[in-house]
């Protein structure tokens, strides 16, 4: 391993090679230089245990996943203007496990291409122009895409074609848990919306949806919420996108989709980030229709999208889901740690809710758990904190006052266990 980081030369090296702001985790920021699984590695050699790494789904660097792609890229790497067996493979493999209709893919390389042709394939398809976002969701960085990004750049001041729906937070909400029907109050922000966008002389042509809701701080709506949305927003002529680059690949344990959870099937479904466990790989899989609305108004090819090296990734991937049982796995491990750390509250006031399904878990600080005053400085020295004991976590939502708790899947109960000390000695350090 090289030696200790020279953290302060490589900031600046950073700065002038990518420019002033640094986006980076954790102050002073990590120099990772290798993955094993759940463990990172630092330059200076020390371990970390990730609780944080969502890309690298089923552990960083992971055997099998390596093995495909190098032997793919030994043997042969170029696009869909040839035809291949292996982006054939990885769709009808990706759409085994969808229902209906949702078998035809468009292979690209992010989660924000993705959802930026999902958006252009519900405008082709309905014909509408509007569009239907969560406040304070993220989809993605092209133009398109940021307009359904109120986390990003336009928290108030969305483009004149999107209207964004009141989140369905039942911990500090306007409806909170226990208000009967409050999934229901909250879907009824949909007939706001829809009717906002018609005062404007638009029809939604798509409502855009992660599944874990994770920028929100990793809500979780009443059951019946997600589809109540979806009926209001099909019944105005706009098409449902499942947004599955948080959600997917049994991220949120018992189903390999999150949208299963919501008892919803979308009309378009994107993933990007797990797909390739770190290899560049998105994914728009929708009905043979949809797709066909987009090719027959425009031409679709994306040089990378579906190359042979990528869909071995991403073969290997789903080998692996598999093969370990994780989608199972998710739902045990992501249950036993969720009660761990619910087990923190009676010892720790700071502790105001913990939800989240499988492994996409959510501790929303507060100072004051009547007034739910928001403990976005705590969150932020908690982060640090846990850091600092070798577990990495982050931090989410609109007051920064939400852990986010989001491990690679091949997590065990035996992480769970580290990470659930280290916040309870974190949190009694405050
Ligand atoms: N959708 C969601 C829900 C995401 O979390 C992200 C990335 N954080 C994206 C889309 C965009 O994916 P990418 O960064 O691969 O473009």
């Known amino acids: 391993l090289p030696a200790m980081t020279d953290v302060d030369g490589l900031i600046a090296r950073r700065k002038a090679t990518m420019g002033s702001k640094l986006y980076v985790f954790y102050d002073p920021p990590l120099h990772m230089v290798k993955g094993d699984g759940v463990w990172l590695t630092d330059a200076s050699g020390r371990r970390f245990?990730?609780?944080?790494?969502?890309?690298?789904?089923?552990?960083h660097c992971h055997p099998h996943v390596v093995d495909a792609l190098t032997r793919q890229i030994r043997t042969l790497n170029t696009n869909t203007r040839y035809l291949g067996e292996q982006v054939l493979e990885y769709s009808e493999r990706l759409g085994a496990t969808l229902p209906g209709k949702l078998k035809v893919c468009a292979f690209v390389n992010s989660g924000s291409e993705a959802n930026d042709i999902a958006w252009r394939m519900a405008k082709t398809y309905t014909g509408n122009n509007g569009g239907i976002t969560m406040d304070f969701?993220?989809?993605?960085?092209?133009?398109?895409?940021?307009?359904?990004?109120?986390?990003g750049n336009?928290?108030?001041?969305?483009?004149?074609?999107?209207?964004?729906?009141?989140?369905?937070?039942?911990?500090?909400?306007?409806?909170?848990?226990?208000?009967?029907?409050?999934?229901?109050?909250?879907?009824?922000?949909?007939?706001?919306?829809?009717?906002?966008?018609?005062?404007?002389?638009?029809k939604p042509a798509a409502f855009m949806i992660d599944s874990a809701l994770m920028t929100n701080?990793?809500?979780?709506?009443?059951?019946?919420?997600?589809?109540?949305?979806?009926?209001?927003?099909?019944?105005?002529?706009?098409?449902?996108?499942?947004?599955?680059?948080?959600?997917?690949?049994?991220?949120?344990?018992?189903?390999?989709?999150?949208?299963?959870h919501h008892d919803v099937v979308p009309d378009i479904v994107t993933i990007g980030k797990p797909a390739g466990n770190g290899h560049p790989l998105g994914v728009v899989i929708t009905t043979p229709e949809i797709m066909e609305a987009l090719l027959k108004e425009y031409?679709?090819?994306?040089?990378?999208?579906?190359?042979?090296?990528?869909?071995?990734?991403?073969?290997?991937?789903?080998?692996?889901?598999?093969?370990?049982?994780?989608?199972?796995?998710?739902?045990?491990?992501?249950?036993?740690?969720?009660?761990?750390i619910k087990g923190l509250m009676s010892k720790h006031a700071l502790i105001g809710d913990v939800r989240g399904?499988?492994?996409?878990?959510?501790?929303?600080?507060?100072?004051?758990?009547?007034?739910?005053?928001?403990?976005?400085?705590?969150?932020?020295?908690?982060?640090?904190?846990?850091?600092?004991?070798?577990?990495?976590?982050?931090?989410?939502?609109?007051?920064?006052?939400?852990?986010?708790?989001?491990?690679?899947?091949?997590?065990?109960?035996?992480?769970?266990?580290?990470?659930?000390?280290?916040?309870?000695?974190?949190?009694?350090?405050?």
């Open 49 to 59: 245990l990730d609780c944080y790494n969502n890309v690298p789904h089923v552990g």
């Open 137 to 151: 969701a993220y989809h993605g960085i092209t133009d398109a895409v940021d307009a359904f990004s109120p986390s």
């Open 154 to 202: 336009h928290r108030n001041s969305l483009p004149p074609h999107m209207r964004a729906l009141t989140p369905p937070d039942g911990y500090r909400g306007e409806y909170r848990y226990g208000t009967p029907d409050w999934g229901r109050k909250y879907a009824a922000d949909a007939d706001r919306a829809i009717a906002s966008l018609a005062d404007a002389g638009m």
């Open 217 to 260: 701080g990793v809500l979780e709506p009443q059951p019946g919420y997600v589809a109540e949305v979806f009926r209001k927003i099909r019944a105005a002529g706009g098409l449902c996108i499942g947004d599955e680059v948080q959600s997917g690949f049994g991220r949120m344990g018992t189903h390999m989709w999150g949208h299963t």
């Open 299 to 340: 031409a679709f090819f994306s040089t990378f999208g579906g190359n042979n090296v990528s869909c071995a990734a991403g073969l290997a991937v789903l080998d692996v889901i598999e093969r370990e049982g994780l989608v199972e796995s998710a739902r045990v491990v992501g249950d036993y740690f969720k009660a761990g």
């Open 357 to 430: 399904t499988g492994l996409a878990l959510g501790v929303e600080l507060v100072t004051n758990r009547q007034t739910l005053a928001p403990a976005a400085t705590e969150t932020k020295r908690i982060v640090n904190s846990m850091r600092d004991e070798g577990v990495l976590i982050g931090s989410e939502g609109i007051l920064g006052n939400i852990l986010k708790i989001r491990p690679p899947i091949v997590f065990k109960k035996e992480h769970a266990d580290i990470a659930v000390a280290a916040l309870d000695r974190a949190l009694a350090r405050l």
